[in-house]
């Protein structure tokens, strides 16, 4: 599969759960969206991603990715210590000059 480096970024840090990797691969503005949640700003995208990573230990397996202009779509599994482990997740992605805008986490 052939994924930006950005998003090969993302993954490998959220499988190393390493919050900071994870945050640097956003813009300074950047929004996250999950569970019901935005999240503004690397600052705020590290906490948050601190915090889930403790609360579910989750890592992902790029399943499928499809891109549209600047925007993106990656199926992953994601498994961890979350009810129902292992799910198949959307994250949709901006991405611009090699960094992530947005991203919307969808089940």
Same mark, same amino acid.
């Given at each position: 599969? !052939?994924?930006?480096?950005?998003?090969?970024?993302?993954?490998? *840090?959220? /499988? /190393? %759960?390493? #919050?900071? *990797?994870?945050?640097?691969? %956003?813009?300074?503005?950047? &929004? *996250?969206?999950?569970?019901?949640?935005?999240?503004?700003? +690397?600052?705020? &995208?590290?906490?948050?991603?601190?915090? #889930? /990573?403790? +609360?579910?230990? #989750?890592?992902?397996?790029?399943?499928?990715?499809?891109?549209?202009? !600047?925007?993106?779509?990656?199926? *992953?599994?994601?498994?961890?210590?979350?009810?129902? #482990?292992? &799910?198949?997740?959307? %994250?949709?992605?901006? &991405?611009?000059?090699? +960094?992530?805008?947005?991203?919307?986490?969808?089940?």
């Amino acid at each position: 599969m !052939n994924l930006p480096e950005v998003i090969k970024d993302l993954v490998n *840090a959220q /499988n /190393n %759960f390493d #919050s900071t *990797a994870y945050a640097n691969c %956003f813009s300074e503005t950047a &929004i *996250a969206f999950d569970e019901g949640k935005n999240h503004t700003g +690397k600052t705020e &995208i590290k906490s948050w991603i601190e915090e #889930s /990573n403790k +609360k579910y230990k #989750s890592v992902m397996k790029p399943l499928e990715y499809t891109e549209n202009g !600047n925007t993106s779509v990656l199926s *992953a599994e994601c498994s961890g210590t979350f009810e129902g #482990s292992p &799910i198949v997740l959307q %994250f949709h992605f901006e &991405i611009a000059d090699g +960094k992530i805008q947005h991203l919307k986490v969808t089940g």
